[in-house]
């Protein structure tokens, strides 16, 4: 590996690094709570650091909320791709959306927390995040309604909404014990999702 290569890479590491500890220390102490030194702690990495990176707190807020915005949008462009109706298709998403509160319950916390319910993220961006996701959703109920597995009459814009938010509804209540008043388990969270599966597939979310 050249020299430029190897830099580089260690610079996207340390940048990895110190995200990954930003998630942990904002979802424990708030976004409010958290100090650009609190975050370079947990990152075991000069304070200095994290300022020659990311320049911000909101910064780091940020490029966190871009970096699951990309993977959540690459992943329902693949689920696109996949074969199945449009009930089974939603349901992966939603086996997603829960999966990852199942891996990375510390990430979705903060997104509740500090980004959805606080306005910690400007909200341009916030909203431009939400409508590019939207907009797949919808490209999805749009073929799924082509190919007939929804009435010919369906509103694809307002059913994409009322799924993504009847879903991100239930990530929000179980974060802030709404739905469940303890910390759910794995088992509840898998739960969870067969009952979903069976809202998605026994509502109007196709026939």
């Given at each position: 590996?050249?020299?430029?290569?190897?830099?580089?890479?260690?610079?996207?590491?340390?940048?990895?690094?110190?995200?990954?500890?930003?998630?942990?220390?904002?979802?424990?102490?708030?976004?409010?709570?958290?100090?650009?030194?609190?975050?370079?702690?947990?990152?075991?990495?000069?304070?200095?650091?994290?300022?020659?990176?990311?320049?911000?707190?909101?910064?780091?807020?940020?490029?966190?909320?871009?970096?699951?915005?990309?993977?959540?949008?690459?992943?329902?462009?693949?689920?696109?791709?996949?074969?199945?109706?449009?009930t089974e298709k939603l349901s992966r998403i939603s086996?997603?959306?829960?999966?990852?509160?199942?891996?990375?319950?510390?990430?979705?916390?903060?997104?509740?927390?500090?980004?959805?319910?606080?306005?910690?993220?400007?909200?341009?961006?916030?909203?431009?995040?939400?409508?590019?996701?939207?907009?797949?959703?919808?490209?999805?109920?749009?073929?799924?309604?082509?190919?007939?597995?929804?009435?010919?009459?369906?509103?694809?814009?307002?059913?994409?909404?009322?799924?993504?938010?009847?879903?991100?509804?239930?990530?929000?209540?179980?974060?802030?014990?709404?739905?469940?008043?303890?910390?759910p388990s794995t088992a509840d969270i898998k739960e969870?999702?067969?009952?979903?599966?069976?809202?998605?597939?026994?509502?109007?979310?196709?026939?």
């Amino acid at each position: 590996m050249a020299r430029g290569q190897a830099k580089e890479s260690q610079a996207r590491g340390s940048q990895d690094k110190i995200l990954r500890a930003a998630v942990k220390v904002m979802a424990r102490k708030g976004y409010h709570g958290t100090r650009i030194s609190d975050i370079a702690a947990e990152a075991d990495v000069a304070y200095g650091l994290v300022y020659h990176y990311f320049g911000s707190k909101e910064k780091v807020l940020d490029t966190i909320l871009e970096s699951v915005a990309t993977r959540f949008s690459d992943r329902i462009a693949r689920i696109g791709q996949e074969k199945g109706t449009l009930t089974e298709k939603l349901s992966r998403i939603s086996d997603y959306m829960l999966d990852t509160y199942l891996a990375n319950p510390e990430m979705i916390h903060l997104l509740v927390q500090e980004v959805v319910r606080s306005g910690n993220v400007d909200p341009d961006s916030e909203m431009a995040s939400a409508r590019a996701i939207l907009q797949q959703i919808q490209g999805i109920v749009e073929a799924g309604k082509k190919a007939g597995h929804i009435d010919s009459d369906t509103d694809t814009e307002l059913l994409s909404i009322a799924f993504f938010g009847a879903v991100e509804l239930t990530l929000t209540s179980l974060v802030q014990g709404i739905y469940r008043s303890s910390k759910p388990s794995t088992a509840d969270i898998k739960e969870i999702r067969k009952k979903l599966r069976k809202i998605i597939h026994g509502g109007s979310f196709g026939r």
